[in-house]
């Protein structure tokens, strides 16, 4: 049973900004004229600064605010910073944020207003992150469960094409395969691309031939080469390389699906691979429509597609599953394109041996 006296509660009020910032500047003004102080207090117990005062007062006074000033300055720079500090780190946070990192939180800070806000950021950031997980799960099991019947959908429509149909039928036909595969090709990158955005490290490394992946993957696309009568034109260094070899094979079949789909028919694709030191630099070229500036920027976004009327032979994921690979790869894409001019990707790798 409690008494009659009254537990107090201490409660620790934060300082508003308008108050930590009349109180820093007061800080600064009161060290500033200390300092000043004992300065001229030095000076006139040497002898140097009375005979001043008493014949040239306007000097010596200009001479104490000169020093006020320097000493005002010097404190504003180093205390300025440890002021603004907790604004910088929120800055820094806010463009984690916008980069896709959601698991990321800001300390608490003095200031009520500025802690505030923190606060407020800290729950948006749970809550985004909370969202996309949600999100990557979603998408991954409704890729997962869309496989399965897609793929028998397409066995299906072999099967059917076996017997004896009619031409029209048997067209019908083609388009149920083809579509089908489509969506089995978009369901294998969405789960591939959700894999890829939920991996922090790439663990899984092994020493193999660059080239020699390259030049598979040039003979695994060949049926789709061939259909739009492209030429390959390839210069390859011998280059040895550490690194996940699924994952690049993964990065050369989009990349160069990617060139196949904007090159016309006839047109031709150029692949280089040079060494030079600790890095391996790959560049993919072709004679399509080119890009101009705007489209540049958003070619890596998820599902993005420039020329709506290709969409048919694509779903949008194979640039951003070429991204996402390259920096659980530590390299680096360079676009260099211009419309009407066709494109050019480069990809820069670390050798890592």
Not at 74 to 103: C, H, Q, V, W
Not at 157 to 170: F, G
Not at 300 to 305: A, T
Request: hydrophobic share 45%; proline share 3%; with cysteine.
């Amino acid at each position: 049973m409690m008494g009659k006296g009254v537990v107090k509660k201490v409660v620790k009020r934060k300082l508003t900004t308008l108050t930590l910032l009349v109180l820093f500047l007061f800080v600064i003004l009161l060290v500033s004229l200390i300092i000043s102080g004992i300065i001229a207090y030095f000076l006139i117990s040497i002898g140097i600064l009375a005979p001043l005062i008493a014949s040239r007062f306007p000097v010596a006074l200009l001479f104490m605010l000169l020093v006020s000033l320097i000493t005002a300055t010097m404190l504003a720079i180093f205390g300025g910073d440890r002021f603004l500090r907790p604004l910088r780190e929120l800055t820094e946070a806010t463009k984690e944020i916008a980069s896709g990192n959601y698991n990321v939180q800001v300390n608490n800070i003095r200031a009520r207003e500025i802690d505030s806000l923190a606060s407020s950021f800290n729950i948006m950031a749970r809550e985004l992150s909370r969202v996309e997980t949600l999100r990557s799960d979603f998408v991954s099991n409704i890729s997962h469960e869309f496989k399965t019947p897609v793929a028998s959908i397409s066995g299906f429509a072999k099967r059917l094409k076996r017997s004896n149909l009619t031409n029209e039928q048997r067209e019908y036909i083609d388009i149920i395969i083809s579509e089908s595969e489509r969506l089995a090709r978009l369901s294998s990158n969405v789960l591939l691309l959700s894999n890829l955005e939920s991996t922090e490290k790439n663990t899984e490394q092994a020493i193999f031939h660059l080239d020699e992946q390259i030049r598979r993957t040039v003979l695994l696309l060949e049926p789709q080469l061939q259909k739009k009568e492209i030429d390959i034109i390839i210069q390859l260094d011998t280059v040895s390389i550490l690194a996940n070899e699924e994952m690049l094979r993964h990065l050369w079949i989009n990349l160069f699906n990617n060139a196949i789909k904007f090159s016309p028919i006839g047109g031709i694709i150029e692949i280089t691979l040079k060494q030079n030191g600790g890095n391996c630099a790959v560049s993919v070229s072709d004679q399509g429509p080119g890009m101009d500036e705007e489209v540049k920027k958003h070619i890596f976004d998820k599902f993005y597609q420039s020329d709506r009327s290709r969409a048919t032979e694509g779903n949008g994921l194979g640039l951003s599953l070429v991204k996402r690979i390259l920096e659980l790869e530590n390299g680096r894409i360079r676009v260099d394109s211009e419309p009407g001019s066709g494109t050019c990707f480069t990809i820069e790798l670390p050798i890592r041996r």
